[in-house]
């Protein structure tokens, strides 16, 4: 078991943000000690590390709860939630590929900038 200092200091997660994710109905099964305090599970923290990932790839988090609300429902919305990471897959590969076209363009003015600072550069020594 994990008290909510240790999950953020894991995940990087404020003890603020935890606390949100478990009211919007992210985490649901953390369990509470008899003084009311949380207490989290190997299996909260590896809900919690697709939470992050699904976030971090751009999944809104009304996206995600949906997401985490058809997992609870069971094995019958496993069509749903295929397709929803199928769809969300594809939109992390358009993202990636336009980061890379972005990459490309940056590292074009990198180089050009850099070529022109060496001839400044070597003017300057003459």
Not at 84 to 108: C, F, G, P, Q, W
């Given at each position: 078991?994990?008290?909510?200092?240790?999950?953020?200091?894991?995940?990087?997660?404020?003890?603020?943000?935890?606390?949100?994710?478990?009211?919007?109905?992210?985490?649901?099964?953390?369990?509470?000690?008899?003084?009311?305090?949380?207490?989290y599970?190997?299996?909260?923290?590896?809900?919690?590390?697709?939470?992050?990932?699904?976030?971090?790839?751009?999944?809104?988090?009304?996206e995600?709860?949906?997401?985490?609300?058809?997992?609870?429902?069971?094995?019958?919305?496993?069509?749903?939630?295929?397709?929803?990471?199928?769809?969300?897959?594809?939109?992390?590969?358009?993202?990636m590929?336009?980061?890379?076209?972005?990459?490309?363009?940056?590292t074009?003015?990198?180089?050009?900038?850099?070529?022109m600072?060496?001839?400044?550069?070597?003017?300057?020594?003459?």
């Amino acid at each position: 078991m994990y008290t909510i200092r240790d999950v953020s200091e894991k995940t990087g997660l404020s003890a603020h943000t935890l606390r949100y994710y478990e009211k919007e109905g992210l985490l649901s099964s953390v369990e509470r000690t008899p003084g009311g305090f949380r207490q989290y599970t190997d299996e909260d923290l590896e809900a919690l590390g697709l939470i992050c990932c699904l976030k971090n790839t751009g999944m809104n988090l009304r996206e995600i709860a949906r997401f985490v609300h058809l997992a609870q429902e069971g094995d019958k919305t496993l069509k749903e939630r295929v397709a929803l990471l199928r769809e969300h897959r594809e939109s992390v590969i358009a993202r990636m590929n336009e980061m890379r076209e972005y990459l490309d363009k940056v590292t074009r003015k990198l180089e050009y900038y850099s070529e022109m600072q060496r001839a400044y550069e070597s003017a300057g020594e003459r």
